[in-house]
């Protein structure tokens, strides 16, 4: 066994302070409000073919004036054609063209395909990604109650809605921009939390039998100590990826960068401070005989001495 470090003393330091991060996150909704992308408001869809443009920060240039843009190039690489989304109401549409006519000239620009997505279609997409996170937090509340106990699974679903709580806080505050691309960052750091968590519970489940132990306290604080190692190791490798992508990418690319540099610090924080502090909440009473489970079994409650 490794030397063992007493996390447990910082369960409830980190308790509180998440719940103030959180509380101020609430706060910042309330006050501040998210930054929707127009893939979660009404705006037009507009693919146009425009000649001698440099390329998508170039036409996103030329649109900084209508903000809320999001420019995209389709077809092969060599094509001059473009996606473009914008926030704004049908009546305004033209305000695209207008702008990026004044930018390359008349003759230029050529509108090929042009859309309008309403309120009801945009509320829908926020609805369907709502539903969507929660079914996924669904499945793997299942997933760890089959393979450990359902305290254990509680403690990685409340460690899961504490990173995606601590994300939305910083989106808050960051006002950076939620899109598709950051409702994917979210999802990504739900899948590497529960990952992270799971190392550590089955490590917790290894250590049972071989330990010598008063209380799950002392369980926990081995557990933690001996995946320490992995936990730093895997968060900062990703991390390098991350950070990658944030200093060479511009655009939603950068915003999901951002996004999942702080869910890989909150996932590592939460496995090791946030999951295991409430899953010894939940085991106060618990004695080395007992096992995996809270209380005796009852096969064993009652039976004579021999």
């Not at 929660?134 to 499945?139: D, S, V």
């Amino acid at each position: 066994m490794k030397k063992r470090i007493n996390f447990s003393k910082g369960f409830l330091p980190c308790a509180i302070f998440s719940c103030l991060v959180i509380a101020s996150g609430i706060f910042g909704l309330a006050t501040r409000g998210i930054n929707l992308g127009i893939d979660f408001k009404p705006g037009a869809i507009e693919e146009v073919s425009i000649k001698g443009a440099a390329g998508i920060e170039d036409v996103r240039a030329a649109l900084s004036a209508i903000g809320g843009v999001s420019v995209k190039k389709i077809g092969p690489a060599s094509s001059d054609e473009y996606q473009i989304r914008a926030g704004v109401a049908e009546s305004e549409g033209g305000k695209i063209d207008e702008a990026l006519k004044n930018r390359y000239g008349e003759a230029n620009v050529d509108v090929l395909k042009t859309d309008f997505i309403g309120s009801s279609m945009s509320s829908s997409l926020a609805r369907q990604s709502i539903f969507l996170l929660i079914g996924t937090m669904l499945l793997i509340w299942l997933y760890a109650t089959i393979r450990f106990h359902w305290d254990f699974a509680l403690g990685a679903i409340v460690a899961l809605v504490h990173d995606i709580c601590i994300m939305f806080t910083f989106i808050t505050w960051s006002q950076i921009e939620f899109s598709t691309t950051t409702l994917a960052a979210v999802l990504t750091i739900v899948g590497y939390s529960i990952n992270a968590t799971v190392v550590i519970l089955d490590r917790v489940r290894f250590n049972l039998p071989l330990m010598e132990v008063k209380t799950f306290k002392d369980l926990l604080d081995q557990s933690l100590s001996d995946t320490l190692a992995r936990s730093i190791i895997t968060t900062v490798t990703t991390l390098f990826a991350v950070i990658s992508l944030y200093v060479f990418t511009t655009g939603s690319i950068k915003d999901f960068a951002l996004a999942m540099s702080v869910g890989l610090l909150s996932g590592c924080y939460s496995s090791i401070f946030i999951s295991s502090g409430f899953i010894n909440l939940t085991r106060r009473g618990w004695k080395p005989e007992f096992g995996i489970h809270h209380a005796m079994p009852k096969k064993a409650v009652g039976a004579p001495a021999l």
